[in-house]
Nanobody, 126 residues
Framework: QVQLVESGGGLVQAGGSLRLSCAPS????????MGWFRQAPGKEREFVSG????????EYADSVKGRFTISRDSAKNTVYLQMNSLEPEDTAVYYC???????????????????WGQGTQVTVSS
């Protein structure tokens, strides 16, 4: 069973930045699509960003486009989510996800992912 370990969450003021990291427990990285989702209190889990196994394709939710950047480092077996210009509306638990199925397109739906991290809290104060 693959485990995903997220880190990098915390408390930041509006306008600030954070970088989330996600490291799988084993080297499954190169062909797996990876994604970031978030869930705010009282809301459903939503897609934030995703990247294909090759790293050639990325996608973002409209609410974070232009502020967040997803990337992956195959040598370090890690995927990142750089979050800039954070807003109070970005406050949520952020989850990393991995999909075994190889695809040339990004998965935006949670059911397409097979493995999930435990989540890391991001809190943006106004």
């Amino acid at each position: 069973q693959v485990q995903l370990v997220e880190s990098g969450g915390g408390l930041v003021q509006a306008g600030g930045s954070l970088r989330l990291s996600c490291a799988p427990s084993e080297r499954i990285f190169s062909t797996y699509n990876m994604g970031w989702f978030r869930q705010a209190p009282g809301k459903e889990r939503e897609f934030v960003s995703g990247i294909t196994g090759s790293g050639r394709s990325t996608e973002y939710a409209d609410s974070v486009k232009g502020r967040f950047t997803i990337s992956r480092d195959s040598a370090k077996n890690t995927v990142y989510l750089q979050m800039n210009s954070l807003e109070p509306e970005d406050t949520a638990v952020y989850y990393c996800a991995a999909a075994r199925k190889y695809a040339y397109y990004v998965f935006r739906v949670s059911r397409d992912y097979d493995y999930w991290g435990q989540g890391t809290q991001v809190t943006v104060s106004s």
